[in-house]
Nanobody, 136 residues
Framework: QVHLVESGGGSVQAGGSLRLSCAVS????????FAWFRQAPGKEREGVAV???????DYADSVKGRFTISKDNAKNTLYLQINSLKPEDTAIYYC??????????????????????????????WGQGTQVTVSS
């Protein structure tokens, strides 16, 4: 069974930083792409960062320059370093895995499920999420 477990969330002041972690088990980490998504109350889940099996990364425009995704295959852990936090970053943050996901801007989500533009489910494996709350 594949497991993804997030940790590192918390409550911080605007301008602060957090480092989220995602412990990965159940498969060979190096054969997958991994992503961080977030979901704010009343909004759909959205992708914020993805890292491919070769280590290349991509980010949503809203977080470029502030978020950094990385992974340590030896430690079976995915990370998201978040700097210069804004109140708009408040959300539950989820890690997810897929073997061959579409580009980050080619994923859309509805009611906790995410899909390609062709309607095919993307990111089969998800963690339970960790809450990030940013106050003004």
């Amino acid at each position: 069974q594949v497991h993804l477990v997030e940790s590192g969330g918390g409550s911080v002041q605007a301008g602060g930083s957090l480092r989220l972690s995602c412990a990965v088990s159940g498969y060979i980490m190096g054969s997958y792409s991994f992503a961080w998504f977030r979901q704010a109350p009343g909004k759909e889940r959205e992708g914020v960062a993805v890292i491919d099996s070769d280590g290349s990364a991509d980010y949503a425009d809203s977080v470029k320059g502030r978020f950094t995704i990385s992974k340590d295959n030896a430690k079976n852990t995915l990370y998201l370093q978040i700097n210069s936090l804004k109140p708009e970053d408040t959300a539950i943050y989820y890690c997810a895995a897929d073997r061959n996901p579409p580009p980050l801007n080619g994923v859309y989500c509805r009611r906790g499920y995410c899909y390609t533009e062709d309607g095919i489910e993307a990111y089969t494996y998800w963690g339970q999420g960790t809450q990030v709350t940013v106050s003004s």
